[in-house]
């Protein structure tokens, strides 16, 4: 199956940090749970060991596994997917396509688009590493979302758009707004989920639910997450 | 027929600005002269009555007519197509999704996306206006060049892919390297043409060869280059 066409049948996935330590036994716990796949990707302190050291164990279960790619060196040649993300809502174009244009400029011919999926981001908390990191604008209105969601899915046909609100719980009516914007795009929703109420809200509106802190703040919740977000689709 | 599927037809263009002037028997000329399509779009002077104006006269033969819109005034509702150019080797974001950003912010449901194709640009000309304008990089390499298309074509799914040398006639490595690297995408070719050698040189290597100051310049030169390039295309 195409990677656009697995992502399409995603309704809860782990984002798993390779900076971040997590046990075999809680690994074993995630690989195992039932959600649809594994993201690979973080913030700061992403290196190619940290990353391929994660990769190696994930591959060791089942579970889909891609990578996110935030920092260029540390690609994982052979992974069975990759997600690229750009982000939208900043003024800096290294982070919509700069980074990216440097990537493909060096790995050339070896990139298999095929396994490729690009992300239109929208960062929203203003308070997270990457929305400094990458001079976001968070300051925005459901109008400037839809505005971006339409750029993302039918500008640039980008396969995912991505609200990330990173580690705080979002506006729910953010959600809907990107709801309301796309067409053809997946919608994906990562941020503060901790609660089976939270987890319910955000996944009648959209399409994926990406887990991450709650991986390393309440391993239990987290892998309850998988049915409330399931349920909740089965329900839609 | 859809846009992209008539695009997908299109051998040889003419641009015309809104902002030169053309007499009636001139674009009478420009108009039966089987070319596949007029492309209105310009720089500067660019305003709604002199775009609305020229549209009105082009509107009066049976040519295809699209828009490519560089000014957010300007815009013309109800035409039968729109390119949209996002400029892929500036720093500056507002070029490649920012103006387009406020664009959809502003006209929200009413964009008929269906009659929208994307433009991935490179401008290589450093002396045109455009670039100075966009604060563009055309210091590139023919490396350079094959990444931008892969990136335009590959991650952004970008329609067109539009080498632009604003003026000047450009280095057909270039035009060749774009060519490797894209899949999907149309190339088109603007820049400097005014002899028959250089319409069937690019026309070789581009799909679609733009013809805009040679207009001016030299009308009898620029109907003969509808020939020049479809000739070249037959002999493909």
Redesign the interface.
Known sequence: MSLLRQIGTWRHVFKLDPNRPLSDAALECICTSKTDAIIIGGTDGITYENTHLLWQRVKSYEIPCVQEISTFSAILLGCEGYL?P?V?N?????W???A??EA??TY?DL?P?EK?A?QGYVILNPEAKVSRLTHCNTNLST??L???A??SD?????PIFYIEYSGTYGQIEMVRAARRGL?KARLFYGGGIRTQTQAEEMATWADTIVIGNLVYEDLKQALASVAWVKETAQRK
Chains 1, 2 share one sequence.
């Not at 900043?90 to 290294?94: L, P, R, V």
């Not at 039918?154 to 980008?158: A, E, I, V």
């Open positions: 690229i750009s939208l900043t003024e800096d174009a290294y919509l396509k700069g990216h244009y493909i400029r050339g990139i688009w490729v690009g109008e400037d839809i505005a971006y339409r750029l039918q500008l640039f046909h980008l067409r």
